[in-house]
């Protein structure tokens, strides 16, 4: 029998958490911190589109808002006046098993014996509901299903008076991926686990600082980039400057996330100092030179294959056209709630040019197939506008293994490549031929200088595979 939290929210709803996988920013020490912010967020919007938020401190009160929408619905010009306050921290978010629940929209925000605090966090904790459960018998009253809410009651409940002391203490006990910006009244604090496994990287403009998910977001502030955070590091924001400190001990062999590169951060922004476009148009060449194909044009699934698509025809020598137009109004597929929904806006995204299709042979060329779900409507968009041949080519290897650090993906069960052969896959697909890029291919392909978390294409789990899959739970007694 599920037990009641608070405000309706049971331990069953905290088992079928959103598993974060959002875009965070801070600006400290600007006029116009909450404005920056917003700005900010409008670049990281591809990372989430279900909420936004932001939360800013004047001296005296910490004013939050946030709401479900894009961020030009959420943070409007009026709303943006009333976030007084030189530091600011804001939050975009995408829902996954939770589900869409109001009280889910982050900054988070709370009052307790240490002044206030706020909380943005991009990530998924593996650990959540074996800390929800230790949290409640220590009287914490939860009021969302988010994961995030956990880093605010484990530094309320925590001993130390520093708030430092506080926050290292907090962060040994999480399990899982963070990266965190947090507003401790006029102070802005950056954290990132031990593995490094989310982006977050840290800049500098005028007399402030800016941290934020991506490169992208420091570019339309006019912001200087001036590194990524490292895994366990903490950067604290007080007094005017910034401090550096080692709030978690480094894993001796960090993971960075290797989708972020293949698909999830915007192709214009950084990681280890290389243009995520360029790794992107590599992918692609490798990808054309493990798996040629005689055909009379290479069609991107856009918009993020776009690069990699240059990179397979440049090394083939055919050419590249856009043989399908993505309307920029609908969210991404497979991290939408809800299947009905799923498979609506597939036609709703994407539109086939029958001048570039008909008649003629094409390569597809994507980078990833999950459920496989939308590359199958892709495909029989593209045989009705009269493709002769249709070939597929993804820049990322089969994905086989559920991610648990902040990517929305199913369980195996559902996770095409985990129960169907290649061959298997193509003919569900209703393609001519399929082919995956080979992960040594893949590992040529992205910068040298970074280690990779490459879970989802085979099974290594750094911090060990979480006890509980996603999605449920396991009370003492109860099963």
Not at 36 to 64: K, M, N, P, W, Y
Not at 408 to 434: G, K, R, W, Y
Request: charged fraction near 20%.
């Amino acid at each position: 029998m599920s037990q009641t939290w608070s405000a309706g929210i049971t331990a069953a709803d905290f088992a079928r958490r959103p598993n974060e996988g959002c875009g965070v920013v801070g600006v400290y020490n600007h006029p116009e911190a909450a404005k920056l912010t917003a700005l900010a967020l409008f670049a990281l919007q591809h990372r989430g589109q279900e909420s936004a938020g932001i939360a800013s401190f004047d001296g005296v009160h910490l004013h939050l808002h946030k709401g479900p929408g894009l961020v030009s619905e959420v943070c409007t010009t009026d709303q943006i006046a009333r976030l007084a306050g030189r530091v600011a921290i804001g939050h975009v978010r995408y829902s996954t098993a939770g589900g869409t629940l109001a009280c889910n929209a982050q900054p988070l925000r709370a009052n307790y014996r240490g002044g206030h605090i706020a909380v943005a966090h991009n990530g998924n904790l593996t650990n959540a509901e074996e800390l929800a459960h230790s949290l409640e018998a220590n009287g914490a009253i939860f009021q969302s299903t988010t994961d995030s809410e956990l880093l605010i009651h484990l530094i309320a409940q925590n001993r130390d008076n520093d708030f430092r002391d506080a926050l290292r203490t907090t962060m040994k006990r999480l399990h899982g991926a963070f990266s965190v910006v947090m507003l401790k009244d006029d102070e802005l604090i950056a954290v990132k686990d031990s593995f490094g496994f989310r982006p977050l990287c840290l800049g500098k403009i005028d007399e402030g600082w800016v941290v934020a998910s991506e490169t992208c977001a420091l570019d339309i502030l006019g912001a200087t980039f001036l590194r990524e955070l490292q895994p366990g590091e903490a950067v604290h924001f007080r007094n005017g400057d910034i401090e550096k400190f080692q709030v978690l001990t480094p894993s001796p062999q960090p993971a960075f996330c290797i989708f972020e590169l293949i698909y999830y951060s915007r192709p214009d922004s950084l990681a280890a100092n290389r243009s995520i476009y360029q790794v992107r148009e590599r992918l692609g060449a490798e990808l054309a030179r493990e798996h040629p194909v005689e055909a009379d044009v290479v069609v991107p699934v856009p918009d993020s294959s776009n690069p990699a698509a240059f990179g397979y025809a440049r090394e083939i020598g055919l050419p590249m056209q856009m043989g399908l137009i993505r309307s920029h109004y609908v969210g991404r597929t497979f991290i939408q709630p809800g299947q009905t929904m799923r498979d609506a806006k597939v036609k709703m995204k994407f539109n086939p040019v029958l001048d570039v299709l008909a008649g003629r042979r094409v390569v597809m060329v994507d980078d990833s197939i999950v459920r496989g779900t939308t590359a199958r409507k892709i495909v029989r968009l593209v045989r009705d506008a009269g493709a002769r041949e249709v070939h597929f080519r993804v820049t990322a290897p089969p994905w086989r293994h559920p991610c648990f650090y902040g990517i929305d993906t199913p369980t195996e069960e559902h996770l095409i490549a985990n129960t169907m052969s290649i061959e298997e896959m193509a003919a569900h697909l209703s393609v001519d031929s399929l082919a995956f890029i080979s992960q040594e291919a893949l590992m040529r392909s992205v910068p040298p200088t970074l280690s990779y978390c490459t879970t989802c294409f085979a099974g290594r789990y750094p911090d060990g595979r979480p006890r509980l899959a996603p999605g449920k739970i396991h009370r003492t007694g109860v099963r």
